[in-house]
């Protein structure tokens, strides 16, 4: 039956049983009523009032359930042009869904959206390092140990260094045409490095003749000349393998999902059919079967009446051939000794040269307007949505009968005033109601902020003021009518446990991701206590909103090719693993700088004698001194562990108990978490920060003195606040370093290297020390030691397991926990300063050649990183038998790592 001439039906059973549905409500709210007061309300009728609040109430809830339900782009959509819009609260596709190259096939799409690139090929590059393991030496030479006997020599072959072969398009003849192509792949590449990998070489790929002779039968009605434009296209595309860029709707015809088309590096001139890509790998052979079939494709062909392949030597053997083996590196092309007979039935055709180059260009033009559309549309979008206002609220005492007193028009005037009362107290009494749905639909309005990803609300619970009420003044005092901040103060203060309840949803955000930071929150609970969760919080603000870099970069390397200097020192240009890292463990400042110059100074102070003592001082942004030791510390050590505790009272002091104390009287010695205040004579005001295990008046009560003085508490209480905004925000110590080893290796293109630019190498005359090769896929992370949290073992065990965790699983690291802090007016240069002064050298010195190195910061880097050692915190060990016996510090037999690779 046609689809107008049916019947339609309205369904007899509508019932949703949910929020949308009212009957399901009413019934539902009966049941309760029934089962808490059925002994003494018998009457659930609809005239009852009781009934009639129920019903109200149930209408109400529908509102709410149909508000929730719109579509999530009208629940998202901005109030006014001001507001973000939706697009901005997301990240795009071509944001969130590409990753840096990671493949083979990766890294050829982002070579082959290079214009003038046909079709490229990555290989990997083979250099054979020789290993005398009598000396422990290396070299590129196998003649420099030809004395050495062969029981102690090895070899092994560089891993992660490559070469690539380029196919360029038609128009690429010139050598300056070609050197360009070039250096924008070792941009391009340097530019999108993994880690431990390195490019070599660019080649052009060697091309193999091939000889086709063909004779075609065509239709009589076609253009043999466009005929046979087409068939040398087809033969073209077969022998070289070029690659096709494709629209976004065009893919999505394909049946790709939005994943699978997005899934590699971004490109510029559209998308690349992973199928294709992989085809168009060099041919190995050339069969006459294969040739038939891309002939027989093209328009107006009915026929293959006889071919023959061959190579184009003049050998006649060739003249049988079927197949023709490739040499390995080397495309097939066509030779000038081809030739293609075409027939209209029994009669030759005769083919015009020149007509059929005019139609090659044609063709040629043709594709070329088709790549160029391919990169129109590279974007899916995002729906725009409606602001339809859900957080719009109204109470539902206008809507009650008249008789009930509660809406607009009220009571007439000539009731008594017992029957006026009772309307006030149903109507005080329905403001709770009213107000609980003025806040259900407050929170619905600030889904958007909520579930943004920078969303920088402070709160989490909303409410808003039911304003259409008559007579709201003479049933409720202190209600703001017009400040939506202080009524959510007034109301949900006491509820609103921001840190907690914020991490919830960002918990909930990135497990949209599949990504956690459980481990990280539990540990910082245990160093940093209550506050722990502000300090989470900021860490998972800065995950989510970095995600869309660190989740594409996590395994890349930095650029170091042609770089300027500032690009290599105090620069963000650093590999993606540590970007990740440093967001995953909660650092601040992963910039590659100086870390033993930062904010913390230990000096020696003047005139103390002939002893040989310690002081530390923190400065903040404007270096200004904000905290100072009290007392002198026998070594730099003891110094660096008070700085560390200072820090670590004042991020355990939560503001909250700072705004608390000063609504109250504050005097001399007023304590405020781990903040003392300190009255001076003459009435200006300092503080100290305590530590509050100790015994009050002993020197251990106060770790740190700030020694600016204050005229009004307002001024003090402010720069309380200041210092824990600072030390809890720009205030950082922590950074790191990651070294690729394979960038320290001496020239490849060299053959003698002196044995010194080489990594000692520990080869226990070759029974031991497997894998000798010091360079292949390996790092070094160097992390400084003395750090609050770099300095306590748990966190140390942690972020080791972090790192091996994030690195790519062919990746092993060695890691460092390096030095003590820099002595101010000290000359000695501890292990970190050498370290980081050698690798700057080194860096400018390697980018500033494609290949080779300087031999004297190469091999001072090299020593500097030999020379690090891991610094242990103090320790003892612990008697397992004594309760009392505390843990901090403890040295676990068994446990304890003394280095690791």
């Not at 071509?94 to 990753?99: A, D, F, K, V, Y």
């Not at 925000?729 to 060299?750: A, N």
Request: aromatic share 10%; hydrophobic share 35%; glycine share 6%.
């Amino acid at each position: 039956m046609p689809d107008i001439k049916q019947h339609i039906r309205i369904p007899k059973n509508v019932a949703a049983n949910n929020d949308l549905d009212f009957s399901f409500l009413r019934r539902k709210g009966l049941e309760y009523i029934q089962q808490l007061s059925g002994q003494i309300w018998t009457d659930f009728n609809s005239h009852d009032p009781g009934v009639t609040i129920l019903e109200m109430l149930c209408y109400a809830i529908t509102d709410l359930g149909q508000r929730i339900e719109l579509p999530p782009e009208n629940l998202l959509a901005p109030e006014n042009n001001e507001d973000k819009k939706i697009t901005e609260q997301f990240f795009t596709a071509s944001q969130i869904l590409p990753s840096a190259p990671v493949t083979e096939k990766d890294y050829r799409k982002l070579f082959v959206d290079i214009d003038g690139v046909r079709n490229c090929w990555l290989k990997p590059h083979k250099k054979s390092v020789y290993v005398d393991c009598k000396q422990d030496k290396i070299s590129y030479n196998k003649a420099d140990f030809h004395l050495t006997l062969p029981q102690f020599k090895q070899e092994f072959i560089l891993k992660g260094l490559y070469s690539v072969l380029v196919d360029y398009e038609d128009e690429i003849q010139t050598e300056p045409q070609k050197q360009q192509i070039h250096d924008e792949i070792f941009l391009r590449f340097h530019a999108n490095r993994n880690l431990c990998e390195d490019l070599i070489e660019v080649l052009p790929v060697d091309e193999q003749t091939v000889g086709i002779c063909a004779i075609i039968e065509v239709l009589p009605e076609v253009d043999e000349e466009l005929v046979h434009a087409k068939v040398l296209n087809a033969i073209d595309r077969y022998l070289s393998t070029g690659i096709r860029f494709w629209s976004l709707n065009q893919m999505l015809g394909k049946g790709y999902e939005s994943d699978e088309i997005f899934d590699g590096p971004l490109l510029t001139h559209g998308f690349i059919d992973i199928g294709e890509l992989e085809k168009s790998a060099l041919r190995t052979e050339v069969r006459v079967s294969d040739i038939i079939q891309e002939i027989m494709a093209v328009e107006g062909i009915t026929l293959v009446r006889d071919i023959t392949i061959n190579n184009c030597i003049g050998d006649e053997d060739d003249a049988e051939k079927w197949l023709i083996c490739i040499d390995p590196g080397k495309k097939p092309v066509l030779c000038e000794k081809s030739a293609f007979s075409y027939y209209k039935g029994l009669l030759p055709v005769n083919v015009n040269s020149t007509k059929v180059a005019e139609y090659q260009k044609m063709l040629l033009e043709e594709e070329k307007q088709n790549q160029e559309a391919a990169k129109w549309n590279m974007e899916l979008d995002i729906p725009e949505g409606e602001f339809m206002n859900p957080s719009e609220t109204t109470t539902i005492q206008n809507d009650f009968p008249d008789t009930y007193g509660t809406g607009r028009n009220g009571l007439p005037s000539g009731l008594p005033v017992k029957r006026k009362a009772q309307a006030k107290q149903l109507k005080g009494y329905l403001l709770f109601f009213d107000q609980i749905l003025a806040s259900y639909f407050a929170h619905l309005g600030k889904v958007k902020d909520l579930l943004s990803v920078d969303n920088r609300l402070r709160k989490t619970y909303f409410t808003q003021a039911v304003s259409d009420l008559k007579d709201l003044q003479q049933l409720v005092t202190d209600y703001s009518m017009d400040d939506q901040e202080e009524l959510t103060e007034l109301l949900f203060s006491d509820f609103d446990n921001h840190a907690e309840r914020k991490n919830q949803i960002l918990d909930h955000l990135m497990a949209r991701f599949a990504e956690k930071l459980g481990d990280y929150a539990f540990l910082m609970k245990q160093l940093y206590g209550e506050k722990a969760g502000e300090v989470v919080l900021k860490s998972k603000e800065s995950f989510l909103s970095d995600y869309h870099l660190t989740s594409r970069q996590r395994g890349s390397a930095f650029n170091y090719f042609n770089q300027p200097p500032e690009n290599l020192w105090d620069t963000n240009n650093v590999s993606g693993f540590e970007k990740r890292l440093a967001r995953l463990c909660g650092i601040k400042n992963h910039h590659r700088r100086f870390l033993s110059e930062s904010f913390v100074e230990i000096y020696m102070p003047d005139s103390v004698g002939e002893e040989t003592v310690y002081r530390w001082r923190i400065r903040n942004t404007q270096n200004d001194i904000v905290l100072s030791s009290t007392v002198n510390y026998e070594n730099a050590l003891m110094a660096g562990r008070e700085c560390n505790l200072a820090v670590e009272k004042t991020i355990e002091t939560p503001v909250r108990v700072i705004e608390d104390t000063f609504k109250k009287e504050v005097t001399d010695n007023t304590v405020a978490g781990n903040f003392e205040v300190q009255l001076s004579p003459g009435g200006k005001y300092s503080f100290n920060i305590i530590n509050p295990k100790a015994k009050p008046g002993t020197t251990a009560w106060v770790i740190a003195r700030h020694y600016k003085y204050y005229h009004s508490k307002q001024e003090l209480k402010n720069a309380i606040l200041e210092l824990i905004g600072f030390i809890t925000g720009d205030f950082t110590e922590e950074g790191m370093f990651v070294v690729e080893h394979i960038l320290l290796r001496p020239d490849v293109t060299q053959t003698v290297v002196p044995h010194t630019l080489f990594f000692p190498v520990c080869t226990d005359n070759c029974t031991n020390c497997s894998p000798i090769d010091p360079y292949s896929y390996r790092i070094t992370v160097v992390l400084p030691g003395w750090s609050y949290r770099f300095s306590n073992p748990d966190f140390r065990k942690f972020l080791e397991d972090l790192v091996r965790k994030e690195l790519p699983a062919h990746v092993l690291a060695r890691i460092c926990w390096v030095g003590n802090r820099k002595i101010r007016n000290s000359e000695d240069v501890n292990d970190m300063q050498f370290f980081e002064e050698s690798f700057r050298n080194f860096l400018l010195s390697k980018t500033s050649l494609k290949q080779g190195q300087d031999e004297a910061s190469l091999t001072e880097f090299i020593k500097a990183l030999g020379e690090l050692n891991t610094i242990y915190p103090p320790g003892k060990l612990i008697d397992c038998n004594d309760e009392s016996d505390e843990l901090e510090g403890r040295i676990v037999l068994g446990k304890t790592s003394i280095g690791n690779f």
